[in-house]
């Protein structure tokens, strides 16, 4: 039965709807996974104060590092409105693999994108919450809003570092925040 109860079929998703299906088909897995395989949690220097950074002080110097770049392109890039400067420095010029079905791969595309994002956008915003570490891969979990009205959504994009330190590869996950709550618990 459909969810008017009434026996009629749902209504067709908008494309939006589509699209947020699409990324977070392609990007949940990747994040559920790093959490499941007994990743490690990091603090960075941006998340928010209640996260023990004695486990971050206890990481591989070169996951502490990936850990550091993630957040630092995604701050540049959005917080600063910087992302060419963020991604000549943090993502590698020869590969970027892009799993958002919104955009190419490479890190031109990842420039114009965001910078086409950041122009509609004057008041984009991204609040980091946590990063996790495994590896060659980095989950950074926050809340992205596109201005100060926005109630947000819960964005977690993972990275993928080469032997270089420089990003070669992206997925994300994003999740509207929710009006209410059946837990009362915060979504980031």
Known sequence: MGASGLGLPDPEPTEQEKIM????????PVAVGALLIGSIAAQSALATPGHSSTVASRLPCLE?????????????T????????AAEKYISAETYIQHNPDFRNGRDAFVTGA?????????ISLNFRRT??????????????LNYTDRGTVEVDTFRFDKHGKIVEHWDALQPVADTSANGNPQV
Request: aromatic fraction near 4%; charged fraction near 15%; proline fraction near 4%.
């Open 21 to 28: 299906k699409r990324t977070i088909r392609t990007a949940l």
């Open 64 to 76: 502490r590092t990936n850990a550091k770049a993630a957040v630092a392109l995604l701050n540049i």
């Open 78 to 85: 959005f917080n600063q409105h910087g992302p060419k400067k």
């Open 115 to 123: 910078t086409s994002l950041i122009q509609q956008n004057p008041g």
């Open 132 to 145: 996790i570490t495994q590896g060659d891969l980095v989950v950074v979990q926050s809340l992205f809003k």
